[in-house]
């Protein structure tokens, strides 16, 4: 099986990144705040890729930790002093604003590698390919194009395949390609077991399970398709649930007969709204952006200050939802 890689603009990117990398002997790896299995995915999997070629070379990974993505990997984080003799690389993230950690800033040398709408240019070399299921099989795909130079690890092959089971929900999301399943064939290939990780990935703690009779029982639709739910903080503490929990109902709606697009308003102790939008065809990343967010044209997050606030997003979201054309029809 021969792996086709993406175009010439890219490659040049990527010669860049690998020569870059070759370069300090220091490398700090960031991802965004309250991250999912693609970023700590794309990070560690990075990591381990760079500590499997260059094993001489010092490399940390940054951010907070997160208890349930800790089968994943921890962080191993640098002192403050460490960013001044380091290269820093921000996988998955659009803006600096969602960078998880601090003092990327004193950093001399920066890499963006991100499959985010470029909304926020930042890096001294930025690779953003926004037709990558994820930035994990960017990862993957640095690797293949380089595979003379660079070596996959059995742990780097886990970290990057939970990381594109992730983003695509399992391969069944839009931006799952060919060259995605290219991709996770050849990392199958690494000694990992990949129904163990899918099985851990499939597990909700039994407050989430309730979360997600809440969310089916309470979801409300409308006549374009759009559907949405609120959870207060007051719902959220009866159930014992945290807001990073949501991570496990977000997809649910999705599969509810009628429902095209959806937003997921959770309550935030400081009292606004995280909005995490989704869509089945409606473009929703241009409402997020008016709302101090971003994302995906599919799969977006913002945030609204007041309930009054979601209203308005929702409005914006059945104009879009009753404006589209599905691709059948166009
Ligand atoms: P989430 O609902 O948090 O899973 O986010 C869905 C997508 O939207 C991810 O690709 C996020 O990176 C992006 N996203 C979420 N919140 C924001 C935000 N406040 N600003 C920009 N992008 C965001």
Not at 136 to 163: N, P
């Amino acid at each position: 099986m021969t792996l086709q890689t993406v175009n010439t603009k890219d490659n040049t990117l990527k010669r860049d990144i690998l020569d870059t990398i070759k370069k300090w002997d220091t490398i700090i790896i960031h991802r965004h705040q309250r991250p999912d299995p693609d970023a700590i995915g794309s990070q560690c999997g990075l990591a381990e890729i760079i500590k499997a070629s260059f094993p001489d070379k010092q490399v940390y990974t940054a951010g907070s930790d997160n208890d349930s993505l800790a089968f994943l990997q921890k962080m191993k984080q640098p002192e403050k002093e460490v960013y001044e003799k380091a290269l820093v690389i921000v996988t998955d993230t659009a803006n600096v604003k969602r960078i998880d950690g601090e003092h990327f800033e004193l950093a001399k040398e920066w890499i963006k590698i991100d499959h985010h709408p470029k909304d926020d240019s930042y890096g001294d070399i930025e690779w953003v390919n926004t037709a990558a299921s994820s930035c994990s099989e960017m990862i993957a795909d640095l690797w293949i194009t380089f595979k003379d130079e660079l070596t996959m690890s059995d742990e780097a092959a886990r970290l990057l395949y939970a990381g594109i089971v992730g983003d695509t929900n399992r391969f069944l999301y839009q931006a799952t390609s060919s060259y995605t399943m290219q991709i996770s064939a050849a990392l199958m290939t690494f000694s990992f077991s990949h129904t163990a990780l899918n099985n851990r990935m499939n597990v909700i703690k039994p407050p989430v399970a309730k979360l997600m009779g809440y969310v089916l029982d309470k979801f409300s639709i409308n006549d374009h398709g759009v559907g949405h739910i609120i959870l207060t903080q007051e719902t959220l503490s009866k159930m014992g649930i945290e807001d990073k929990d949501t991570n496990g109902i977000v997809s649910l709606p999705g599969s509810i007969e009628g429902v095209l697009s959806w937003g997921i308003f959770v309550e935030q102790v400081e009292g606004h709204y995280r909005c995490r939008l989704r869509s089945k065809g409606p473009v929703i990343n241009e409402i997020a952006k008016n709302h101090d967010g971003g994302g995906h044209p599919l799969a977006s997050g913002a945030n609204a200050m007041n309930q009054e606030e979601v209203e308005v997003i929702l409005a914006e979201i059945t104009d879009a939802a009753r404006n589209w054309v599905p691709e059948e029809e166009n």
